[in-house]
């Protein structure tokens, strides 16, 4: 961000905060203000994202793209229902191994 394109800008904020704040700014050879930008910058690219993710997830939803929640249920109570089969870390030839011993 351009310098001459910045605003001032006030708020309130706790003691622990500030403390916080100051000390990162500190480890970061960095200002209170550049530290204070960059975590603005991201909580907005954060929150504009999650908004379009919820709308493309209504509009899904709205076009038939989506399941109930009793074909959600039915498909995890399968998942469970499955023989677990080999999931040993090292397959079923170290199991057969340990056995022998």
């Given at each position: 961000?351009?310098?001459?394109?910045?605003?001032?800008?006030?708020?309130r904020t706790d003691?622990?905060?500030?403390?916080?704040?100051?000390?990162?700014?500190?480890?970061?050879?960095?200002?209170?203000?550049?530290?204070?930008?960059?975590?603005?910058?991201?909580?907005?690219?954060?929150?504009?994202?999650?908004?379009?993710?919820?709308?493309?997830?209504?509009?899904?939803?709205?076009?038939?793209?989506?399941?109930?929640?009793?074909?959600?249920?039915?498909?995890?109570?399968?998942?469970?229902?499955?023989?677990?089969?080999?999931?040993?870390?090292?397959?079923?030839?170290?199991?057969?191994?340990?056995?022998?011993?």
């Amino acid at each position: 961000m351009a310098a001459d394109n910045q605003q001032p800008v006030s708020f309130r904020t706790d003691e622990q905060t500030l403390r916080q704040l100051d000390a990162l700014a500190e480890k970061m050879d960095r200002s209170r203000g550049w530290v204070i930008n960059e975590a603005l910058e991201y909580y907005l690219d954060l929150r504009r994202w999650q908004i379009e993710e919820i709308k493309k997830g209504i509009a899904d939803s709205e076009a038939g793209r989506s399941f109930s929640e009793e074909q959600v249920r039915e498909h995890f109570a399968k998942k469970r229902l499955e023989p677990p089969g080999d999931r040993s870390l090292f397959g079923s030839r170290f199991a057969a191994s340990r056995t022998d011993s």
